[in-house]
């Protein structure tokens, strides 16, 4: 049996930091656990290819709590 994230209930309150999600498999999980009402870190290089990927992301999940970090390497997150 294949896993679905439709199958799986709202988690508000939880945090999730994806890599590497302005494009393929990292966009797709951050639009996933976006629709699941958790708070989603954005975590890419590009701030254009970040924002872009935001505003795909938030039409298709508008309850989505989507945060931009950019960095690369220590600093990341500051």
């Known amino acids: 049996m294949a896993f679905d994230m439709d199958d799986t209930s709202d988690q508000?309150?939880?945090l999730v930091i994806v890599t590497g999600s302005n494009s393929g498999l990292g966009y797709e999980t951050v639009l996933a656990r976006t629709k699941k009402a958790l708070k989603v870190v954005?975590?890419?290089r590009s701030p254009d290819k970040a924002e872009t990927a935001k505003q795909y992301i938030l039409p298709q999940a508008p309850n989505g709590d989507l945060e931009k970090r950019l960095g690369f390497?220590?600093?990341l997150f500051y």
């Open 42 to 44: 954005i975590a890419c």
């Open 12 to 14: 508000p309150g939880r």
């Open 73 to 75: 390497y220590p600093g």
